[in-house]
């Protein structure tokens, strides 16, 4: 069985930063492809960023100036630095890895 672990999140002012943290565990042979999403309520859950086995990324265009994928040091852990929040980047954050698994979610809010 596969789990994946979300850690982070919570709640900051609009400018402030935030980092969020996702691990796999269990029957996991290799390396997978890790992504973010993240779904407000009433909302389709929305691409966020993608990091491939070789380390390569994609971000959605409303956040990749701002936010950072990267691998962690343990195999099929994943991070995302999210800086200069906004209001709009309120929403329930979930991990994926190989399009098949899903963490948690964490509920990412920011307000003033």
């Known amino acids: 069985q596969v789990q994946l672990v979300q850690s982070g999140g919570g709640l900051v002012q609009p400018g402030g930063s935030l980092r969020l943290s996702c691990a796999g565990s269990g029957r996991i042979f290799g390396i997978y492809p890790m992504a973010w999403y993240r779904q407000v309520p009433g909302k389709q859950r929305e691409f966020v960023a993608h990091i491939d086995t070789r380390g390569t990324t994609m971000l959605s265009d409303s956040v990749k100036d701002r936010f950072t994928i990267s691998r962690g040091a343990a195999e099929n852990t994943v991070n995302l630095q999210m800086n200069n929040l906004k209001p709009e980047d309120t929403a329930v954050y979930y991990c994926?890895?190989?399009?098949?698994?899903w963490g948690q979610g964490t509920q990412v809010t920011v307000s003033s």
């Open positions: 994926n890895m190989a399009g098949e698994y």
